[in-house]
């Protein structure tokens, strides 16, 4: 296999072209807003079709803030019976009110590498914890990696057991300790249960959308 060598363009935003010819201000972002919906893949990832070039192109791809790279297939995907399965929304420019919580705020970035963010606490049931924790905000994937102190605590407040062979935590899915909280910022966000126990098809038994991992996901500061 030979290797090409490619001109990238940059291409300018729509809404951008309308603010420098003065057609979109930008306080009026938000008529520029375009939501999409996305697929849900096993509670794993969540997809989305984009299309590429002129005719354009199909790509079936996960819409991942941990990465600045376009990675497409370069041969077709098969995702068995999971696709098509409504999986939520993707807000392009603006803000979604509809779906999002009550706590909208801005957090600086502690690096602009993988979108880092600093934590201040964890807390769910009666585990919680106060440290300062770099952390990523990445939508690949929607199960949270942490150190593995952290997840064990997590995952003890909650009665899950962990399984060494496939490294999930497993849990009644009735389970019911309330919200998982993070604080970031001085602010307070809330995971509902429905959010943090994913059915797995598997009867009463759920997973605990967690995992231990001491690269990226989130440490010490």
């Not at 003065?22 to 972002?29: D, H, M, N």
């Not at 943090?196 to 440490?219: E, H, K, P, R």
């Amino acid at each position: 296999m030979g290797l090409r060598e490619s001109t990238m363009v940059r291409i300018q935003s729509y809404c951008r072209k309308k603010q420098r010819t003065g057609r979109c201000l930008p306080f009026q972002r938000r008529q520029c807003t375009v939501p999409q919906n996305v697929n849900d893949y096993g509670g794993i990832e969540y997809l989305r079709n984009i299309t590429i070039g002129t005719p354009p192109q199909p790509f079936l791809v996960v819409l991942d803030t941990g990465s600045a790279y376009l990675w497409v297939p370069s041969f077709p995907v098969f995702r068995g019976a999971a696709i098509n399965v409504p999986g939520g929304v993707f807000t392009y420019g603006g803000l979604d009110t509809t779906n999002c919580g009550d706590v909208i705020a801005y957090q600086p970035l502690s690096s602009a590498t993988y979108y880092h963010i600093v934590a201040t606490g964890f807390a769910l049931g009666s585990y919680s914890i106060s440290k300062k924790y770099q952390m990523i905000s990445d939508t690949i994937s929607s199960y949270i990696g942490g150190p593995k102190a952290v997840i064990d605590g997590l995952a003890n407040a909650l009665g899950a057991t962990y399984h060494s062979d496939d490294q999930y935590y497993y849990l009644p899915c009735s389970t019911a300790k309330g919200t998982f909280d993070i604080t970031i910022g001085g602010n307070v966000y809330s995971i509902q249960p429905v959010n943090y126990i994913v059915d797995v098809g598997m009867g009463d038994t759920c997973l605990f959308a967690a995992f231990s991992y001491n690269n990226f996901g989130f440490g010490p500061s």
